[in-house]
C-alpha cells in the first residue's frame, strides 16, 4: 500500500513537473459574503497543501490588565466545540497525516495545517467549526492556563535576552498597546478568567475579521467551492470599535537596565521607524530595509565585518527592522559584547556605525549585494509553500494586498544610496532611541558578580 | 514546540522550510531516483535532478564531527568548521563572504557528534553558480586558518561556553550526555580548559586528517544535470587531503548505570531529561522505535506524554520524547521544564507514563494511529527540496539502502504492537535510564 502511494506520487510530479516549471502564478482571491476573504496560491510540485486561518486580533488588541488573553484563546481553540470534543481536533489532522499548529502575534492569531492534499475539505470543516462552534470550559481552561504559565516561564521568565526584549517594548511604548508582551504579564494570566477568553472569542472570531490562505497543489476554483461551503455559513458580525491608541512623540532617550543571571551583557537598542502604509507613495520603508541589508544583511555587512571581525567588540551583532505591522515601527540594533568589553563600547561602536552611514553613504557595491540577494530570494522562497502562505498573509494583515508582494520587491530594488542615507540621517536619532542593557548576574546570589566596566546604571 | 507565542517571527523558521519538489527525471534502479558514484579523488555522490526551480543546494559532509576530538580538546570540531569559512590561500575571510553573498547565494553548515558538513544554495544560473561553486571549492580545499580569525573565533567559543554554563537547558543537556557516554566521545562537550587548550596547529591537524577525500560525501540536489553534477562534485573534492586508511576506531558505547542527578540553578523552572544510549541510523529495530516513539512522546498534540503531561495537568508547556540515531548508539530522550515546585510530581508522572509503555507498549488504536500519520504524511517529509536534501543526506552519509525513502512507507505499516514492545524492551531497560534534573532542591 505504501509503495504504490508512493510511486503514485512521483508519477505525479513527473508528469507536473513542466508545467510547474513555467507557471509560477499568482495568488488568487475571492470574498465571502460573510466578510471571510480566501486567497488562494496553487503550487503543484508536491501533493502536499497548507491551510491557515488568520483572525486579525493579537495582543495589540488587548486592554490592560487582561494581557496574553488573545494567546490563551489561542490554546483555548484547541479544547473543542458543540459536536468535536476536546482532542479530536487534533487527532484528526494527526489521522490525515497533517502536521499542525498555531501563532499568536501582535498584529494576529493564526492557525495552520500541512496536510496532503485529499485532507483539505476536512481542514477547511474543522477550522470552520472551531471558527463559530468554541466551548470554552472553566475546567479546560484552568488546567490550560497552568500550561501557558510554564510557556512564559520558559520562553521570557528564565531567558535574559527576552526580558531585555519585553522591557524595551514596555519602555519605548507609553501609550500603543505594543508595550505589552504577546504572551502576557505572569500577574494577569494568574488572574485571568475562562470568561475573559470566552469573551476574546466573542468579540474577535468572526469571519469578517479573518482571512484564509491556501497554497500548495489545489485549483483555485475548487478551493473557493469548499470554501463557501464550509466558511459560507458562518455568520458575520460587528467588530468592537478599534480606537487608535497612537503613540505620543517621544521627547529624549530612554535608558534602563536588566539584571537577570548570565555570562555576558547584552545591549538592544531601539528607534521608532515607519511602517509600510501606501505601497506607491512610501518610499522609507524600503530604504529602511535596504539599510538593515547594508548592517546585517550577511556575513560581511557592516556590523560583523567591523565589530566581530575587525574591531572584536562583540561577539555577536544584528540588525532588524520590518516594514509591515499593524501598528508602529522600530529598527533595532543589538548584540553581545565580547569577554573583557562592556555593553557602552558597543553602544559607542554602533553608534559610529550609523555615524559612517550618515557621513559617507553606502556604496554601489554594497547596494547591489543587497538587491542581488533580494533576487535571489524570490526564487529560493518558491521552495517552500508554507513560507509562500507567511507572506501572504503578513501582507494581508499589516493592511497591505498580497497583490503588493511583488511591486515591494520591485521598489525594494530600486532604492538609492541617497534614499538609505536619508532615513539612517531621519531615523537613528537619540530623541526615538530606547537603550536596554542586560546585566549579568551570578547563579549563586551568595557571591555578587563585580559589575563589568563601563556598564551604565 | 506548540502553539507559538511569536514576538518577532523567527521562531517560525523552525517550523517552516516547506515544499516544492524535485522532478524524477529518470527513474534508475530505485523509485526515488537517487544517483550514486565515486569522485575520482574518492569522495561519494549523491545527486537527485529537480528541475523546477532555478537553484541548486549542495552539501559536503565529512566524518569531523565531535567523535573525532581529543577528549582534552573538546570544541576543535566546532572550531574547525567555524574556521574553514575564515580566508583561503587566495582571499581574505572578507572577499570569500562578499563573493557569497554578491550572487545572492546562502553558505551554512552544521557540525555534531558525528557529522561536520559545509551546505550552499545557490541560483542555478551559469554566473551566480560558477561564482558560488568556485568559492565553496576554494574553501573546501585550500582553508588558510588565519592567525587572527582562529584567535577571534577560539575567544568567541570561550564566551559561548561560559554562557552555557549558566543556561539550566545546556547545563542539563551537557550532563545528560556525560552520564550516557562517559569515557565515549559522545559525552564530549567543550569546556573553558579544552577550549583554551586549543592552538591554531591543532585546527589545521584536525583539518587535514578528516576533511579527506576519501571520506567526503557529497549531496546534490536540484538544477542541474548528471553531467553538470560530475563536474561540481569533482571541482569540490580534487584538491581535498588524502588521508591513507580508514579512521581510528571509536570504543563501543556502553549502557550507563541507572541514576538520577540533581543540580541546582536559580531559574524559575526544573529542566528534566530521561533517557540512555539506544539506537544506530541503520538499526534493526528503526521503525518499531519510529512508530513507537509517535504513540509514546514523538506525536505532535497526540503523544501519551503530551496527554498525560501537559494536556491533563498542565504541568508543561513543552514535553517530548526522541530518538537521535547517530553512527554508533544516539540517545533515546525525553524532556520537559516545570515550575519547581512540581518537579517531582512531573518527574513522577513522566516515569508512570514510560513504565506503562515499556510494560504494554502501544494500545491497537494507537499503533493504527501513529501508522496512519506516518504513512499518510510521508509526503510532507520530502516536499521541499530544503526537506529531500536532509533525507538524501542522511542516506548518503550513514550507507543506507538507495531505496530508503522508497521503504519508508512499506515498514512503517509493517510495525505490530509485539515488534514495539520487544523493541523498547530490547533497546530502553528502565534500570539503565539516566534522570538529570536541573533546578532541584532549593526554591
Known sequence: MGIRMFRRLFALLAALAVSAALAQGAAEERKLANGLRVIVKEDHRAPTVVHMVWYVAGSMDEVSGESGVAHVLEHMMFKGTKTVKSGVFSRRIAAAGGRENAFTNRDYTAYFQQVPKAALPQMMQLEADRMSNLLVTEAEFSREIKVVMEERRLRTEDQPHALVSEALNATAYFAHPYRRPVIGWMNDLENMSYHDARNWYARWYVPNNAFVVVVGDVKAEEVFALAQKYYGRIKARPLPERKPQLEPEQRGARRLVVKAPAELPYLLMGWKCPVLRDVDKDWQPYALEVLAGVLDGNESARLNQSLVRNSRIASSVGAGYDATARGPGMCYLDGTPSQGRSAAELETGLRAELARLVEGGVSAEELDRVKAQVVASQIFKRDSIFGQAMEIAQFETAGLSHQDIDRVLERIKAVSAEQVRAVAKQYFVDDDLTVVVLEPQPLDRATPRPAPPGVRH | MARDVNNDGKNLVRLVLAAALWVAACAAQAALPIQHWTTSSGARVYFVESRSIPMLDINVDFDAGGRRVPADKAGLGGLTHALVKAGSAARSEEEISRRIADVGALLGGSVDRDRAGLSLRTLSSERERAQALATLAEILQTPAFPEAAFAREKARLVDAVKEDETKPDAIASKAFYRLLYGTHPYALAPTRETVLRIERADVEGFYRANYVAGRAVVTILGDADRSLAERIAEQLTAGLPRAPGAPAPLPAVNQPTGQTLRMAHPASQSHILLGLPAMTRDDPDYFPLLVGNYVLGGGGFVSRLYLEVREKRGYAYSVYSYFL?????????????????????????????????????????????????????????IDSNRKLLEQVALIAYYRLPLAWLDDFTARVAKVSVADVRAAFARRVRADHLVTVVVGSGEK
Request: proline share 5%; charged share 25%.
Open chain 2, 325 to 381: 540515531p547517530l553512527a554508533q548508539e544516539g540517545p533515546f530522550q525525553v524532556g520537559l521544564q516545570t515550575k519547581k515546585e512540581q518537579a517531582e510530581e512531573a518527574l513522577a508522572r513522566v516515569r508512570i507514563v514510560l513504565d506503562e509503555f515499556l510494560a504494554r507498549g502501544p494500545s491497537a488504536a494507537e499503533l493504527k494511529a501513529a501508522k496512519q500519520n506516518l504513512v499518510g504524511g510521508f509526503a510532507l517529509r
